[in-house]
């Protein structure tokens, strides 16, 4: 997400911020710093600084800044005998040539009030000085409707004194979809064009998102009828920024696209017709019902879970991976709650044969990283930039990450047996390893001293078990970010952007689009005992679920509500499974019997994989083109699914589809052996791969071009070839 510090050049000649009184440096010199960029990442914020002189990035310790502006009196960076001659006003002012330019005026407020402070001898009051304990903003949400194009920010802040101050002049202030609205040093938001924008006001350590959405004045929407709760909630947001939905989608794309979200298949011909010829109005929940209980919904799951606690095979060896695999597999089966499976992957040790949820912290070995992946894949949380200095973008301090990655310091491993192929890569194991939690360990704090472990957010941990502690915290039901993370995890697998976007990144400073339904969604998956199934299908039961992405007048333009159905590239594991499925033809994968889908392959095959394995198949190759993890992050992120040269490569021409197409025995060769007819023949391959029978037109034109075709077969090739490279089989819509 793109951001933008907004600072604008202040040329009005006011009287300086110290007026009633003496200047502060925590309250009032700071904030200048902040809202001139002084301490961004790009600028003196760098971890290594800029020309020599280096602040605290954002401003997040006062105390540090004071000291690197007036310790050096020989760098004249603070002049108290000659204020003008100070280089920190003469460089902001556009006086002494600076490679940042002009940050403010010399009849600018800003500067008046810095250069108060440096005539009065640079007073510290960083240590005495009340903290910030709460921002606010007003007013909150808005949307403004045309003629409306502006809106006045006010903003308060308080302090642990009790204090309340009117900061509005001296916020910082960042957006995304920057060209949407300006901000001015007043705080008012002025459109641009039409659009949303997201304003986050800043000042010290505090951060409050403000999300505007400037939009035509086009007429407010009738919504369909719906009873659901999550209608209820998404429809009343639609219905203030006057967005219609998109209609329900037809009963074949629902078919598929619910096929697909469970099982990570498209359906059989069999089951697509006996769907389209059902006149049952119930039919679609029915369908949900029964494709929850497939065994296929389970394997898609432990598939999605094997991508983020890193199933993969370099770490974990064939046997591991299989074995957590399984193992997943029968806890999504059994519908098991995902706290527990939360607290049993935490706490896992043991072998990793024997105990397959230990195969965690096989995987990941470093302290620091297990902290990062346990509080991203458990907690929706991005604390890795906590490391080396408070995060600047949320609440996460370098104590909260090194007291949290603390708890994860007491683990040790007893390698039985290491059979690897590459004697000089020590990350590579093969054989049986025991997890072990060690009766000490410690992590050093970066302030000096040990970092006692903390539960991240929370109390202190005092158990003689930091990691037990750790994983009872994270399954409680009292844990405020589990439930709303995994819920959000959710969304995004059946609708294909969560409710915070990223979905893994809950933070201050990116609130979700709706929030009402994220909050309902997190209820409705307590209630329903933290369990998956029961979740998913209140999903998908929803109108929202089952709209169509076909654009109306009011919502072609909406990429951030869900008016409308987002169109996606079917996943690499889909799309080989249904390309096998389509023309009914088992895919072969290295080291498992024929017939075995793609989603039930334990782990992939990792690039280096080749040399140790021998050389991997079409299958997997396949796999990897079209953007199947590697397994090494803990991170939907680290799937790609963006188009390239290669992936037309192997539809075109591929050697894996063409030899689907080819194969003597796949569905136009069995077709062909029973004498089906021209039409029977169309028919069925349209069933197979799109869910749908032809329409008139497609019929006429398919069959006069096999009528004219010498080779039959060759040409009805020709039309399955073109079925699978259609945007329709390609697309789940």
């Known amino acids: 997400m793109p951001i933008r510090l907004t600072v604008l050049l202040s040329i009005f000649a006011a009287d300086p911020l110290t007026a009633a009184g003496p200047v502060s440096f925590a309250r009032d010199v700071a904030p200048i710093l902040s809202r001139a960029g002084c301490n961004a990442g790009a600028c003196h914020g760098n971890f290594n600084g800029k020309g020599g002189f280096r602040l605290s990035l954002r401003g997040q310790d006062p105390a540090f800044d004071f000291a690197r502006l007036t310790r050096d009196m020989l760098a004249r960076r603070v002049d108290p005998t000659d204020p003008d001659a100070s280089l920190v006003l003469q460089k902001a002012s556009g006086k002494v040539s600076h490679e940042g330019g002009m940050r403010f005026g010399t009849v600018s407020p800003e500067y008046k009030t810095v250069r108060a402070w440096i005539a009065a001898g640079c007073p510290d009051d960083t240590a005495v000085s009340p903290k910030l304990t709460a921002l606010t903003v007003a007013p909150g949400p808005r949307v403004l409707v045309d003629p409306a194009d502006r809106v006045q920010l006010s903003v308060a802040a308080t302090f642990a004194d009790g204090s309340t101050r009117d900061v509005t002049t001296q916020i910082a202030v960042e957006q995304n979809n920057i060209g949407v609205a300006k901000v001015t040093l007043a705080g008012e938001v002025v459109r641009q064009r039409f659009g949303e924008t997201l304003v986050i006001v800043r000042y010290l350590t505090k951060m409050v998102p403000v999300r505007i959405a400037f939009i035509p004045n086009r007429p407010v929407p009738a919504m369909p009828p719906s009873d659901h709760p999550i209608d209820k909630a998404l429809f009343e947001q639609f219905v203030a920024l006057r967005l219609r939905p998109s209609d329900l989608c037809s009963d074949d794309v629902f078919l598929r696209r619910a096929f697909l979200d469970t099982t990570g298949n498209i359906p059989t011909a069999a089951e697509a017709r006996a769907f389209l010829a059902d006149a049952n109005p119930d039919k679609r929940t029915k369908l949900i019902d029964d494709l929850l209980t497939r065994p296929e919904f389970a394997e898609n799951w432990a598939a999605k879970w094997s991508d983020l606690l890193r199933n993969e095979e370099k770490s974990l060896d064939k046997k591991g991976t299989q074995a957590f695999s399984r193992w997943l597999r029968a806890w999504f089966a059994e519908d098991k709650p995902l706290t527990e499976l939360a607290r049993v992957v935490l706490s896992g040790r043991g072998s990793t044969y024997a105990n397959p949820a230990a195969n965690f912290y096989r995987a990941v070995r470093d302290p620091y990283l297990r ?228 989603t039930q392959v334990a782990a992939p095959m990792q690039s280096g994989s080749a040399k140790r394995f021998g050389s991997a198949g079409g299958a997997e190759r396949f796999l990897k083109v079209f953007g199947k993890p590697e397994r090494l992050l803990t991170c939907e992120c680290e799937r790609n699914e963006d188009a390239g040269m290669m992936q037309s490569f192997q539809l075109i021409t591929g050697e894996l589809l063409n030899g689907l197409l080819r194969e003597k025995e796949n569905r136009i060769g069995k077709l062909m052996a029973a004498n089906a007819s021209p039409t029977q023949m169309l028919d069925d391959l349209y069933v197979a791969t799109l869910s749908r029978p032809p329409t008139a037109s497609e019929a006429a034109g398919l069959l006069d071009y096999v009528e004219k075709a010498k080779n039959k077969r060759t040409a009805w090739e020709d039309v399955a070839w073109g079925l699978v490279n259609a945007k329709e089989f390609l697309l789940r819509r």
């Open 371 to 598: 902290a990062e992946a346990a509080a991203q894949v458990f907690l929706g949380v991005r604390v890795g930039c906590a490391r080396c200095h408070n995060h600047p973008f949320d609440r996460w301090t370098q104590d909260d990450y090194h007291r949290f990655a603390a708890a994860f310091a007491r683990i040790d491993y007893q390698v039985l047996e290491n059979k690897r192929k590459d004697s000089l890569d020590k990350h590579e194991f093969v054989g049986e390893q025991v997890v072990i939690a060690k009766r000490s360990g410690s992590l050093p704090h970066p302030r000096g001293g040990v970092a006692e472990p903390k539960r991240l957010g929370a109390a202190p941990i005092t158990s003689d078990d930091p990691l037990g502690a750790v994983a009872d915290w994270v399954a409680s039901p009292d844990n405020p970010y589990f439930a709303k993370a995994q819920a959000n995890r959710v969304w995004l697998h059946l609708f294909g952007k969560g409710l915070v976007d990223p979905n893994d990144d809950f933070r201050t400073t990116n609130p979700p689009t709706h929030p009402a339904v994220l909050d309902l969604l997190t209820k409705k998956f307590a209630a329903g005992g933290y369990r998956l199934k029961p979740l998913v299908r209140f999903i998908m039961t929803s109108r929202a679920y089952q709209l169509s992405s076909t654009p109306n007048e009011s919502n072609a333009a909406d990429e951030s509500y869900l008016s409308k159905a987002i169109i996606q590239p079917l996943k690499a594991e889909q799309l080989l499974d249904a390309l096998s499925r389509a023309m009914d033809v088992p895919v072969k994968f290295s080291g498992y019997p024929l017939g075995t889908r793609a």
